[in-house]
């Protein structure tokens, strides 16, 4: 189970609630996202526990976060 909260970044335009998909590689599902039409907004970055974070928008507008370990490529 993951889950997180924080203050609302300053390039969000309005506090949400953001859901997170747990993946196995972060990079690769990045590649993903773009291959499928979709954009990465913010990330990867890495966060506490050693697992990396990206915010993502698919191709209808659904914001949605990917939650991995970085495994090289």
Do not use: C, N
């Amino acid at each position: 189970m993951i889950g997180a909260v924080m203050k609302r970044l300053p390039m969000t335009p309005r506090a949400m609630w953001t859901y997170d998909i747990g993946v196995d590689d972060i990079d690769r599902a990045v590649r993903a996202v773009r291959d499928g039409g979709g954009s990465i907004e913010h990330g990867p970055d890495q966060i506490p526990g050693g697992e990396f974070s990206a915010t993502g928008t698919d191709p209808q507008g659904v914001v949605f976060g990917i939650v991995g370990q970085r495994k090289g490529g």
